[in-house]
């Protein structure tokens, strides 16, 4: 399951640029993971050669592309929401085209130009490319549809176009798509199989960055630890690689350690991890580089041995607490966020007191909570009745969200006392004349502004907190 950007789903619209001078007029909003956030940026980049700039008006847009998301029932109503929206100003602007892109694209495919009569066109996540012929096709007075699941794209040769970027951090896909089949999920079906990009496109990609002065980077996939790079081609395929192949393959662990060693100034992030696939070769190298951040993201999804089955997740509670003691033995400072999925089909009060019990043995940092939504064509839709009453999702859910806060909290006192490094991003937001960054442990930390400024690495002694903000002062 792909991390979200944020617990209320949030949509951005994206602003370019231009490098040269474009007559057409871009709007597009992403919604749901960081990698539709990154996908939104390598389709700005397409679009641009196609003489497209984009803008926030969206009343004098010529083309209105949302970047969907699938993982939820209340992203897609959302993104529903939005397209009414559109219908309305189109009536205004009868010549704004509209299009979707994205995980809700390849799951409704052409239902949506039925469905939604405001679509003009529908895209898939692996077909972005071909953007400038289906505009063709809908400029002529045709709809147009590619949702074609591919075997080989990662993009890998397109330079994403940062947009609305901190010039501080940034997103670098290394795959796509997902052989995991979690019974709950829609990536397999939206996203495809999965496929890992070239190491040395990443290094590229890395190496452009840190020219340009951004000062960290996310390494970024649906599970990124299973990177595996052997020329091309899907991993489930590498069974039957040459020898040759096999010999010169490129895995996460090599991955991460070229990385960080070819920008030593720059911190490496990466998400998501699963916990099958996280090795004790990962961890023991982050113990090694210094700028590769003490965070790792690891999603449990539940704490029953029973649900986990259920969910045709590939590790089990015990096999979990062991990877969990590995990472506290071998990175003690290391923070750790998760995933849980509250009332799953058939889920018992017995169940979801493995969970609160689970969560008590980690006391994650951060979390990412939501009650369970039947995502048509999946496994569990199938084959699982959506049995557990939405009123006892509800005060699970609640359960869940209060013991979070407690144990947010319980993490963020560790710091109180300690100085740390933190990496101004933005202005806070709750006064101008604070400054608000992270530090390694993917922690928010706000102090004043002083004489620094965004993109600085500054060290801050923390003074006081909240279950979500260190607030500190600079140390000279």
């Known amino acids: 399951m792909e991390k979200i950007i944020d617990e209320e789903l949030q949509g951005n619209s994206l602003i370019l640029e231009p490098k040269t001078k474009n007559n057409r007029k871009l709007f597009i909003e992403s919604y749901g993971c960081q990698m539709n956030f990154s996908d939104s940026e390598v389709v700005a980049s397409i679009l641009q050669k196609e003489g497209f700039n984009t803008t926030q008006n969206l009343e004098e847009a010529d083309l209105v592309l949302v970047n969907t998301c699938s993982i939820r029932d209340k992203a897609e109503q959302t993104v529903r929401k939005r397209l ?35 679509v003009d066109l529908v895209v898939g996540p692996d077909a972005y490319k071909d953007l400038p012929n289906l505009i063709k096709e809908v400029e002529e007075g045709r709809n147009a549809v590619n949702v074609i699941l591919s075997k080989e794209e990662t993009y890998g040769d397109i330079s994403p176009v940062r947009l609305q970027s901190n010039g501080v951090s940034a997103f670098v896909s290394i795959t796509r798509g997902c052989d995991n089949m979690c019974t709950f999920c829609v990536v397999p079906f939206t996203r495809g199989r999965e496929r890992s990009r070239d ?25 990124v630890d299973s990177y595996l790079w052997y020329g091309g081609g899907l991993k489930k395929d590498f069974k039957t690689a040459s020898e040759i192949q096999k010999a010169t393959a490129t895995g996460f662990t090599n991955l991460l350690k070229m990385v960080a060693e070819d920008q030593p100034d720059m911190r490496i992030r990466f998400s ?195 279950s979500a903000t260190l607030k500190g002062k600079a140390v000279k």
């Open 84 to 118: 009414e929206k559109y219908n309305a100003v189109k009536k205004i602007n009868p010549k704004m085209k509209v299009g979707v892109l994205g995980c809700m694209a390849e799951r409704l495919k052409s239902k949506f130009l039925e469905e939604e009569k405001i």
């Open 199 to 223: 190491p040395q496109s990443i290094l590229e990609e890395v190496r452009d960055l840190a020219v340009k002065g951004y000062k960290e980077i996310t390494l970024l996939g649906q599970n």
């Open 272 to 466: 998501t991890s699963n916990p099958q696939d996280m090795t004790l070769d990962v961890i023991k190298l982050m113990s090694q580089y210094k700028n590769i951040c003490n965070h790792i993201h690891l999603p449990v999804q539940s704490g029953s041995d029973r649900i986990l089955k259920e969910m045709n997740r590939l590790h089990t509670r015990e096999e979990y607490f062991t990877l969990i003691d590995n990472i506290r033995k071998i990175l003690p400072d290391c923070s750790i966020s998760s995933d849980l999925i509250i009332g799953f089909p058939t889920e018992t009060e017995e169940d979801h007191i493995d969970t609160l019990s689970l969560m008590d043995y980690v006391k994650y940092d951060f979390e990412y909570m939501y009650s369970y939504s039947d995502r048509p064509g999946t496994m569990a839709s199938r084959k699982l009745e959506d049995d557990v009453p939405e009123e006892v999702k509800s005060q699970r859910l609640a359960e869940i969200v209060a013991l979070q806060r407690k144990h947010s909290l319980y993490r963020t006192q560790e710091f109180l006392g300690k100085t740390v490094e933190v990496l101004i991003e933005k202005e806070s937001k709750k006064s101008e004349l604070e400054w608000s960054g992270r530090t390694q442990q993917n922690t928010v930390a706000v102090f004043p502004k002083e004489h620094y400024k965004i993109g600085d690495f500054v060290m801050v002694e923390i003074l006081d907190c909240t």
